[in-house]
């Protein structure tokens, strides 16, 4: 049955005459190459060599009974694609199965903020002890001048120059840069979707969790630990801008950004990759380095933590869940989509109106 509702400058959408267009909707695996009975037994003599192109890998087997099919992302498809994960957030978050996560979410950071002062100087007297200091060493690599009207956004690259630092570089923007970058790379040259769906993942994940955990510190001003001016910090809350801007660690401390890309990174890398079953186990070994690294130098608190986790989590499986799709195991098919994610949109051609068309088929 099709439902197809039509707006333009036509009042109603009658059932459209022979002379009436309406644009197909670009096959889902237009991109894709599978060999022909034509092509496998060879062309006619009178016909012309076709030029050879490279298949592309579509379709990927995780399980049994298990496969996923990746469409090849659109050009910066995960730019615009925050808003929705913004707004599909909550729904996600509260969801009844996610309630246990939400309780522990809560529980955890209010314990963890009873033993804040403990567990930072703890750390940090084990750091010593270990010869590890707190001072965040890096040296310059590049750096490009780059100015919007009067504010100065230069492109630079500082490099760790210590222990310390390097292990807080595990949670650098640049590192998941490269890291989605490879995939984005091997996916081009290796004609694979699922490679180029993750790279354009991460970039959604990635941004949509900085995004709210800017937001975040931004409205709760909490002190870090390494200027604090009383035991586990002070909360500014809706800090002046300029006051933000002019001193940063006095107010940027809630929740974690560092962790909670690091948790969206390796998200969408396992839940991608699931027939890897080392990358959550490598991938949160990272992690727990990263968290105690950035106790020992001081720049969050353990209660800082589990909120920018699970921010990081739910926006990757977020991200995640819009960047493929099951097949169903017994017909090879496309399982089916919820009703509101059926609708095909096209022009709409009707003698001298135009206008646009929603078609939804069941």
Partial sequence: MTLLLALGSAAAAPTPRPDSVAAPRPAALADTVRPTAATAAGAPADSLPAKPRHARRTDYTVAPGVTWHYE???????????????????????????????????GSSVVL???????????????????????????????????????????????????????YFLGDGWTHLTIASSFLAYGIFGHDNRALQTSSQLGEAILTTGLATQLLKHLTGRQSPNVSTKPR????????????????????????????????????????????RFIRPVGYGLMTVLGAAMLNNGVHWSSDYPLGIALGYGFAKIAVAHGRTRLSPATGLALPKPWYRRAQPAPFVYGPFTGASLTWRW
Avoid: C
């Fill in 72 to 106: 090849k992302p659109r050009p910066f498809q995960w730019l615009y694609h925050i808003p929705r994960d913004v707004a599909e957030l909550p729904g996600y978050a509260f969801k009844k199965k996610n309630v246990p996560m939400l309780v522990g979410i809560v």
């Fill in 113 to 167: 903020y009873a033993f804040d002062q403990l567990i930072t100087d703890g750390v940090q007297r084990g750091g010593r002890g270990l010869g590890i200091t707190a001072e965040d060493k890096q040296r310059n690599l590049f750096r490009l001048p780059f100015h919007i009207g009067s504010i100065n956004l230069p492109i630079e690259y500082n490099a760790p120059d210590n222990f310390n630092t390097s292990l």
């Fill in 233 to 276: 910090g002070e909360w500014n809350l809706l800090p002046n801008y300029n006051d933000y801007q002019n001193a940063v660690p006095q107010h940027d401390a809630f929740p974690t950004g560092h962790l909670a890309t690091a948790m969206a990174t390796v998200t969408v890398i396992a839940d991608n990759y699931p027939e890897y």
